[in-house]
């Protein structure tokens, strides 16, 4: 009888940890890039960004100004960047199967090309030639 209390606490335990491990997994969206509408959802969307590291994988410190700038991606293939000061226009291709998002200035004769790292319906990173990460959240 003395061994069915210990069998049922080493039971609860793995429990325990078995959905500890299963909640850690699903919360986890790194590497998880789905389709081309999460970055526009039904016509458009807004993206913030929440956090920025250099090539070394060190937080890169945001100015305020930097804190205001937005993101909005359109359905249409275009997007407006939007600071305190400026705004630029442009209009983007999106490879799912490649992960990678181009970025092209209206006038411009250069396009920035972004590795996605994970486009959710909520979080967005992209990651320069560099190895740098901005990490976007939607509005």
């Known amino acids: 009888m003395k ?17 500890t491990l299963l909640l850690a997994a699903c919360g986890n ?6 389709g081309v509408n999460m970055l526009y959802g039904s016509s458009s ?7 920025q590291t250099d090539a070394a994988g060190d937080k890169v410190q945001q ?9 909005h991606i359109y359905a249409n ?4 960047m939007t600071g305190a000061t400026s705004s630029q226009q442009g209009k983007f291709m999106f ?6 998002l181009t970025m092209t200035p ?9 590795t996605v790292e994970t486009l959710t319906e909520k979080k967005l990173t992209l990651v320069g030639t ?4 901005l990490m976007l959240e939607a509005e």
């Open 3 to 19: 061994k069915l209390p210990l069998v049922a606490r080493s039971l609860s335990l793995l429990l325990v940890v078995f959905a």
């Open 29 to 34: 969206d790194k590497g998880k890039v789905e």
């Open 45 to 51: 969307k807004v993206w913030k960004t929440a956090k």
């Open 63 to 71: 100015t305020a100004a930097q804190e205001d700038e937005t993101l």
């Open 77 to 80: 293939n275009t997007y407006t």
């Open 95 to 100: 490879d799912q199967a490649g992960k990678t």
């Open 106 to 114: 209206d006038g411009g004769t250069q396009s920035n090309t972004f």
């Open 130 to 133: 560099t190895g740098a990460k």
